[in-house]
């Protein structure tokens, strides 16, 4: 599948439409009085979100071919994204083996605090493990590393992973799981031109560190 380059219309509107429901979700959880919303708050945001993305994509690209996006194509990204993913847990395998042999503990870098209760975990998955994940390839990969594709590869992936890094805060160190993941959705994307390709992997890869968490 080929994608096009996205024009700077497509992204600004997307952009617009995203920091507005933000701004609203925001809004509704300030209103709402409990720490209890925020999750559900979250992932009706980010639903909404990879919607408005879609609708504004097809009114001003005309399809969603330029987003990576195709129904012929959605099992060969599905096959193609299970493939990334092995070879990329692969890699993180043996590179934590290093590091344990070093007397580092790679889960450290991995820790995610998750919500008391079966019920807030299952929905704390659901949202940052799916909903979530979907949404920002939408944005960060169909849309900005889509628009920034024509001053080439290093500056699409440069840009489009700071983007991503920068609304992702880790805390006091360097994010080293958000610049990984940012460069390899990246790059995954290029190669295969198939915006499932990075959802797979985004959706798997948040799995697996949610799953550590639990231990």
């Given at each position: 599948?080929?994608?096009?380059?996205?024009?700077?219309?497509?992204?600004l509107?997307?952009?617009?439409?995203?920091?507005?429901?933000?701004?609203?979700?925001?809004?509704?959880?300030?209103?709402?009085?409990?720490?209890?919303?925020?999750?559900?708050?979250?992932?009706?945001?980010?639903?909404?979100?990879?919607?408005?993305?879609?609708?504004?994509?097809?009114i001003?690209?005309?399809?969603?071919?330029?987003?990576?996006?195709?129904?012929?194509?959605?099992?060969?990204?599905?096959?193609?994204?299970?493939?990334?993913?092995?070879?990329?847990?692969?890699?993180?395998?043996?590179?934590?083996?290093?590091m344990?042999?070093?007397?580092?503990?790679?889960?450290d870098?991995?820790?995610?605090r998750?919500?008391?209760?079966?019920?807030?975990?299952?929905?704390?998955?659901?949202?940052?493990?799916?909903?979530?994940?979907?949404?920002?390839?939408?944005?960060?990969?169909?849309?900005?590393y889509?628009?920034?594709?024509?001053?080439?590869?290093?500056?699409?992936?440069?840009?489009?992973?700071?983007?991503?890094?920068?609304?992702?805060?880790?805390?006091?160190?360097?994010?080293?799981?958000?610049?990984?993941?940012?460069?390899?959705?990246?790059?995954?994307?290029?190669?295969?031109?198939?915006?499932?390709?990075?959802?797979?992997?985004?959706?798997?890869?948040?799995?697996?560190?949610?799953?550590?968490?639990?231990?």
């Amino acid at each position: 599948m080929e994608t096009g380059t996205i024009k700077i219309k497509t992204l600004l509107v997307s952009l617009a439409l995203v920091i507005a429901m933000e701004l609203a979700a925001g809004f509704v959880y300030s209103s709402s009085g409990g720490a209890d919303n925020l999750l559900l708050v979250l992932g009706v945001t980010r639903f909404l979100e990879a919607i408005a993305i879609a609708v504004a994509v097809l009114i001003l690209e005309g399809d969603l071919s330029s987003l990576g996006l195709s129904i012929s194509h959605a099992a060969s990204g599905f096959k193609k994204g299970l493939v990334w993913s092995v070879c990329f847990g692969i890699v993180v395998l043996f590179v934590s083996v290093i590091m344990f042999a070093s007397g580092i503990n790679p889960l450290d870098l991995l820790h995610t605090r998750l919500p008391v209760g079966k019920g807030g975990t299952v929905l704390f998955f659901v949202v940052g493990g799916i909903v979530s994940p979907v949404a920002e390839e939408m944005l960060f990969r169909g849309v900005v590393y889509g628009f920034l594709r024509r001053w080439g590869i290093f500056v699409a992936v440069t840009l489009s992973t700071l983007a991503f890094v920068l609304v992702h805060p880790g805390g006091s160190g360097i994010p080293l799981p958000q610049i990984t993941g940012g460069i390899l959705f990246a790059v995954a994307y290029e190669k295969e031109r198939n915006l499932l390709v990075p959802i797979v992997i985004h959706v798997l890869g948040n799995m697996a560190i949610f799953s550590f968490s639990l231990v």
